[in-house]
């Protein structure tokens, strides 16, 4: 049946235009079926460039949205539209407005873990594994960054001239790593690395070999010549890793690290998304075209 189900994809993929985008915290058969598999920033600029009219999109809501707002023309669809990011969820319109009152001269970032009526308040978006260089090429002296307190004290750290002003967000999967479990894993495998994805808290980033996007880590695990990493981040990477590392051992602190909203897609409703062209993913226009500023700003300063 498995085979049987990837095979009628592939078949409705190609009937209908589409193009199969998963991030790295999919299942992995969907990776498996996937076109394109990546971080954030590499899933935006693929479906943004992407020839075919349509995009499906296995990854959570706010990768849709960005992804419609980009390619406004392109008809985008996800297998659920069940799954969101809790951390988008914390922060709104009314938060980033209340503010934007307060700091009147803050240039405004937002983590592409937000909604399109956030961004569309925003200066520029960010992703994990382009922050960095997009602050360095903005010049004001103070910022405000949400909704992930985590990865903004991460960059804060970086330019301690400014001032931040950190919305109170968080990934509740990277928040609750413990550095126990951390050390636990290290006690056994001593030369073990740990590579470490910015959503963690400080006390886990200081422990960090490497710390990075899901594709910065995968990249990093391969060119390294040791044999053991422990993965501060969601399980769903461990399937590149392996695939590209099949020599190499990796350990998740606690044992196991699964986002549930990431867990929501699976290959019967990718196929039945495919067959009646459904969930798809509509952003009110003008919203969508103030959002998008902030989204090419995005593209722009990371270079
Ligand atoms: P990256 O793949 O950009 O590192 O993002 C991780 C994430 O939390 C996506 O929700
Ligand atoms: Fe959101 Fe965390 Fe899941 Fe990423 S892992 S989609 S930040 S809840």
């Not at 592409?112 to 090429?137: E, F, M």
């Amino acid at each position: 049946m498995g085979n049987c189900l990837v095979e009628e994809i592939l078949k409705l993929k190609k009937e209908r235009n589409a193009i199969i985008l998963a991030h790295y915290y999919q299942p992995k058969e969907i990776q498996e079926i996937a076109d394109a598999v990546g971080d954030s920033y590499y899933l935006s600029e693929v479906a943004r460039d992407s020839k075919e009219e349509v995009v499906v999109l296995c990854g959570v809501k706010f990768m849709a949205e960005s992804a419609k707002i980009l390619s406004p023309q392109k008809t985008v669809l996800m297998p659920t539209k069940e799954a969101g990011c809790a951390m988008a969820d914390m922060i709104n319109e009314d938060g980033i407005l209340e503010l934007k009152e307060k700091y009147p001269n803050a240039y405004t970032v937002c983590y592409i873990n937000s909604s399109a009526n956030v961004k569309a308040h925003c200066d520029v978006a960010v992703t994990s594994s382009s922050a960095l260089d997009i602050l360095k090429n903005v010049q004001s002296e103070q910022i405000i960054f949400l909704p992930d307190k985590n990865l903004g004290g991460y960059i804060a750290e970086f330019f301690p001239e400014k001032e931040f002003i950190l919305w109170e967000g968080y990934c509740k999967y990277h928040n609750n790593i413990k550095e126990e479990e951390i050390l636990n894993i290290k006690e056994k495998y001593i030369d073990a690395e740990v590579l470490v994805h910015p959503e963690c808290t400080k006390p886990i980033r200081d422990l960090g070999d490497y710390i990075g996007s899901t594709t910065g880590i995968i990249n990093y695990a391969t060119k390294s010549d040791k044999k053991d990493f422990i993965i501060a981040t969601e399980e769903g990477v461990l399937h590149e890793l392996k695939k590209k590392n099949p020599d190499k051992n990796f350990h998740i602190p606690g044992g196991t690290i699964s986002c549930i909203d990431m867990k929501k897609t699976t290959l019967e409703l990718l196929y039945d998304t495919l067959l009646n062209m459904k969930n798809e993913i509509i952003v009110d226009e003008e919203i969508s075209k103030k959002a998008l500023g902030c989204l090419e700003n995005m593209h722009a300063l990371a270079k």
